[in-house]
């Protein structure tokens, strides 16, 4: 197994278009996370989804972010339109079942840069 | 709210010296701890969890309620511990993780 994937790996743009992050979980586990890593605040829950319905989205900064789980198999983060302060990298984590104390697997996460 | 502190940004130990990073959180349930752990060029991954009572790698972390702590531990600390140490903390029955803003851990030869 891969892991969790995610694409793409860096990604620069500029400010006002839009960006999408995508992720691939491990196959058969039905949670997945968004987390946002800064220096600043350091390691952020942003959303996730339990069974590829949303459950937690209080971490998403404003309107401009979204996330969409079709399937148990893909995950996206969008952000629409980008600004400079959403520059970070952003970590997509899965995990297999609903208890706590299940560990959380990481993805490579993406770089975002937004000039 | 549950809140995870840690309170060195940056900590620095000779090879062979002994390790303590910090971990205090606020929580009024009981709560499940976990060290994760990001090395130089690779993914965060779980060190350990406090409902394990593991060692992993030398390192060793006890839940202390009356002080809200989870300190890691080390006794010898080695070059390849390196990296970036996150402390986290999930609420009884919750799914979401809540981490600490980490520890840059550096050992020097």
């Known amino acids: 197994d891969a892991g969790v994937i995610q694409s793409p790996r860096h990604e620069v743009t500029e400010m006002g278009q839009e960006v999408t992050l995508r992720c691939k979980p491990i196959?058969?586990?039905?949670?997945l996370f968004w987390y946002r890593q800064t220096m600043m605040r350091g390691l952020e829950l942003l959303i996730y989804f339990n069974n590829n319905v949303p459950i937690d989205d209080s971490g998403m900064p404003e309107d401009r972010f979204s996330a969409k789980m079709p399937n148990a198999s893909f995950s996206t983060l969008k952000i629409q339109p980008s600004e400079p302060r959403d520059s970070a990298v952003y970590f997509c984590a899965s995990k297999r079942g609903l208890a706590g104390y299940n560990e959380q697997f990481f993805g490579p996460g993406t770089r975002l840069t937004v000039l | 709210a549950q809140r995870v502190t840690q309170p060195e940004k940056l900590l620095s130990v000779f090879k062979g010296a002994p390790v303590e990073l910090k971990c205090n959180y606020s929580y009024s349930g009981s709560p499940e701890l976990f060290w994760y752990v990001q090395y130089s060029r690779q993914r965060l991954q779980l060190l350990l969890r406090?409902?394990s009572r593991e060692s992993i790698k030398g390192f060793t972390a006890d839940l202390n309620k009356g002080e809200t702590s989870f300190h890691l531990k080390k006794p010898f600390a080695q070059e390849e511990d390196s990296a970036m140490y996150y402390c986290a903390l999930s609420a009884q029955g919750a799914q979401k993780l809540v981490f600490g803003q980490g520890t840059r851990l550096t050992i020097n030869p």
């Open positions: 196959s058969g586990h039905n949670s």
């Open positions: 406090h409902i």
